[in-house]
């Protein structure tokens, strides 16, 4: 037999770990570990996994180090990721889930994203059915339904929003819950190994047992189960979770979340390292027979004795001759099957100048003084590494700055130290129709200009009186007391006209 592949589990620091090697039981081949630390890693950490000779690399991404990890990625072409990238997209934001819903033709309530905060204001105002679901689209955690809010009328959408300052505003259409709960649906091999309803604890909404919600194994619908593997299909995820709302009135299922990064007992994360052995070793390894429903049993033992129960397995059912044909003719419509490879194609949008015509849509001036129609407000790493052509240290500072603050023109990124020479740059070209004419403006004009105080205004007024009008930008560099960095700061707001 062919030699097995060397699988690496992938950590990172600050990040709880879902695999561990006692997960891969009986794997013939050592399995190594490399950790990702966080910021200026990516380099080392690639030449870790050359270095160990790892074919499979095991573990979820988190959301903020999507974008990283999209680079490495590339940069190690023959390393298989697992889930692939592309199937983990649903987990870097809201908004990605619905761009991977609608790609897809899932189903979905009614979503609305803006990025401009009049247009959704005015959506909410005007056009929104309420009660709305508003939700925090991007950021380390959306964990435990602490950024999932409930409008009842406009009044209370403006008051949320004016107070946690979403961007993207990221609205849906709030479904009403059939037995006041959804449902979460966990898949290996696009087979449902899990599922259950989430109740709403008294006087709450949000079903998240974190927040006093229950749980139940009884009675999940077969339509939950079958949009749930839909769903896995589409991401060609090793595994997979989704979050679904049935319509009380309709009975319809919708998608509320997906992803590849959940919470699981022990013994699903066996079935899934069992899944992955059969997988990796071309079927050397059994994969795991989990009997459909199996988890209504599983429900009826104490959770606290489940969590101690590792590498539960079933025994495969097999009929007695009389009943051989029934096995034959009958297709299990829920088989566990080999996840098709993934490439970039899976991704809603393949590059971001895709995406952001989307974007431009909802606001289309916002970005006119941006390259490429980008909002600095979305940017991840990597657009702002492949479109502006920063370095990766510098993108991180720039990200970290959006974490706390919501930019309306480029320039406001002024304030960070490092970014003078280096962006402006970028920019010059794109940055015209901003700047103001240094001999056609007043004194009060260039006041206005961020670093430009009453005293550095006189001292630009008093040259042009000197020397007569600018004939060059680079004027303002034989001007006592603009250093380099001030320079590259006026140079962004200022031009000599023609």
Sequence with gaps: ?????????????????????????????????????????????IKEVK???????????????????????????????????????????????????????LSIPKTKIFYNMEKGLDYLRNKAKYPQIIKRSYGPSNYGGYYVHKANNYQEAKELLELKKYNPIYTQNAIKLKDSGDIRVMLIGHKPVCAFWRYSGKNQWITNTSQGGSMSYKDVPMNALEVGVKASKASKAEYFACDIAIDENTNKAYILECATAFAAFPYIRDWICQYLMWDFSKGKYKKPHIPLFSWEELGKID?????????????????????????????????????????????????????????????PKQNDFCPKKIDFNKASLTDLMSLYGMEEDLAI????????????????????????????????????????????????DLKKIKGIGNKLAKIIFEYKELNGQFKSIEDLKNIEGIGKNKFAQLKSRLKVGE
């Design 1 to 45: 037999m062919k030699k097995l592949p060397k699988i690496g589990l992938l950590y990172l620091d600050y990040v709880l770990r879902f695999f561990d090697k006692s997960n891969f039981k009986g794997w013939d081949n050592k399995i190594e570990s490399v950790v990702y630390h966080w910021k200026n890693d990516k380099e080392r950490f």
């Design 51 to 105: 270095r160990k000779k790892i074919d499979i690399l095991v573990g979820n991404i988190p959301a903020t180090a999507y974008d990283t990890f999209v680079q490495i990625a590339k940069e190690l072409p023959k390393v298989r990721f697992v889930p692939s990238i592309e199937s983990q997209f649903p987990n870097k934001s809201k908004e990605n889930v619905t761009l991977f819903c609608k790609k897809y033709d």
């Design 303 to 363: 959770s606290s004795l489940l969590r101690t129960l590792r590498h539960i397995t079933f025994g495969k059912y097999t009929q007695s001759y009389d009943g051989e044909r029934f096995i034959k003719d009958k297709e299990d419509i829920f088989e566990m099957e080999i996840t098709e490879k993934s490439n970039e194609n899976d991704m809603p949008f393949s590059n971001i100048e895709n995406c952001a015509i989307e974007i431009d849509k909802e606001n």
């Design 397 to 444: 500072e720039i990200k970290e700055y959006l974490q706390d603050n919501i930019i309306t023109d480029c320039s406001d990124l002024l304030e960070l130290e490092s970014i003078d020479e280096q962006m402006l740059k970028c920019w010059e070209e794109h940055i015209d129709d901003m700047r103001i004419d240094i001999n056609n403006s007043t004194k009060e």
